[in-house]
T-cell receptor, first 112, second 114 residues
């Protein structure tokens, strides 16, 4: 079946550092790919998405590119802020948003 | 409407008791989803509704679990004869029908079974 693997956390960075959170996936078809973020005490929020190979999703300074050849969707941000501290989930959907398969999440802590 | 709401936010119960959770979706959303999230894991799909019809159920949803959405608005998730393994965060999400429609998640109900 489909699956998503993420780098283990927690990840601790200083403010303004560069962030990469790795995500790789296994899927039978051609899924859409997503990053969700969960801030403390809040529900999951869609951060960005990409629906086909070579698409780049971006939002709030975060970016991720759908790499079919490496089955990856790594999340990057050039300069993190304390407010980016949260848990980040990589996810895929074979039928665009009806059924998600989530990764285990990566906790990010950004220190001032 | 400020988003998806869930009630209660926390529930502690003893093994063998029944519990019921409620989810109120965003008002114009006709799809409603339930997920379960255990510590250190991502959410796992349980079931979803389109309006009042339950269209899909995961194999994770044992016979002790039942979900309803009687009028196509709010939904309830009931767990009968709770077990310690049911301890988890139960998430609800809603969306519009059709492709490219984002799921909006509620804050979740954290269940602890003693």
């Amino acid at each position: 079946g489909d699956s998503v693997t993420q780098m283990e956390g927690p990840v601790t960075l200083s403010e303004e550092a560069f962030l990469t959170i790795n995500c790789t996936y296994t899927a039978t078809g051609y899924p859409s790919l997503f990053w969700y973020v969960q801030y403390p005490g809040e529900g999951l929020q869609l951060l960005l998405k990409a629906t086909k190979a070579d698409d780049k999703g971006s939002n709030k300074g975060f970016e991720a590119t759908y790499r079919k050849e490496t089955t990856s969707f790594h999340l990057e941000k050039g300069s993190v802020q304390v407010s980016d501290s949260a848990v980040y989930f990589c996810a895929l959907s074979e039928d665009y948003g009806q059924n998600f398969v989530f990764g285990p999440g990566t906790r990010l802590s950004v220190l001032p | 409407d400020t988003g998806v709401s869930q009630d209660p936010r926390h529930k502690i119960t003893k093994r063998g008791q029944n519990v019921t959770f409620r989810c109120d979706p965003i008002s114009e959303h006709n799809r409603l989803y339930w997920y379960r999230q255990t510590l250190g894991q991502g959410p796992e799909f349980l079931t979803y509704f389109q309006n009042e019809a339950q269209l899909e159920k995961s194999r994770l949803l044992s016979d002790r679990f039942s979900a309803e959405r009687p009028k196509g608005s709010f939904s309830t998730l009931e767990i009968q004869r709770t077990e310690q393994g049911d301890s988890a965060m139960y998430l609800c999400a809603s969306s519009l029908t059709g492709l490219d429609n984002e799921q909006f998640f509620g804050p979740g109900t954290r269940l602890t079974v003693l």
